[in-house]
């Protein structure tokens, strides 16, 4: 009789990964930071279980957007005052805040529930070239461009 192997949280190894985000498309990007966020490219993927890696997301401000998205996309958000409903459009805050176009990217693509926000907090996403996790070596993670 085989048994189902569910790792155990002393078992599971994370790996870090770094990605590059010059001139790919932002669904491209998202989807594959989303399954090593979660773990799927593993062999011991377990659904219930955080067993994902440490991505770190560099250049966000150059993450390409196709058709008219960059016009037409909005993002909201709310005060929590009555009528505090703000939108911008993704050229706005690819302009002021990048790193928020990729975690709002990503985080769509993730569970939403407790497991998925402990996923989303081994995102690292940065606005230049640097960033300051060299101590962990993190290895390259390829993502296809079009």
């Known amino acids: 009789m085989m048994k189902t192997y569910?790792?155990?949280?002393?078992?599971?190894?994370k790996n870090?990964?770094?990605?590059d985000a010059?001139?790919?498309?932002?669904?491209?990007?998202?989807a594959k930071v989303a399954v090593v966020l979660r773990g799927k490219n593993k062999p011991t993927f377990t659904p219930h279980t955080d067993v994902?890696?440490?991505?770190?997301?560099v250049?966000?401000?150059?993450?390409?957007l196709t058709g008219n998205?960059?016009?037409?996309?909005?993002?909201?958000r709310h005060t929590g005052y009555p009528g505090?409903?703000?939108v911008v459009n993704a050229k706005t805050l690819l302009a002021k805040k990048p790193e928020e176009v990729i975690m709002s990217a990503v985080?769509?693509?993730?569970?939403?529930?407790?497991?998925?926000r402990q996923m989303l907090k081994k995102l690292k996403v940065y606005r230049g070239s640097e960033h300051p996790h060299k101590a962990q070596m993190p290895k390259e993670l390829a993502v296809k461009e079009v």
């Open 69 to 76: 998205k960059l016009f037409q996309k909005i993002y909201q």
């Open 22 to 30: 010059d001139g790919i498309i932002l669904g491209r990007l998202a």
């Open 59 to 64: 250049n966000a401000e150059k993450v390409k």
């Open 52 to 57: 994902g890696d440490f991505v770190v997301v």
């Open 107 to 116: 985080r769509g693509m993730l569970p939403k529930n407790s497991l998925g």
């Open 16 to 19: 870090w990964y770094v990605v």
């Open 84 to 86: 505090g409903i703000k």
């Open 6 to 13: 569910f790792p155990k949280t002393g078992d599971i190894v």
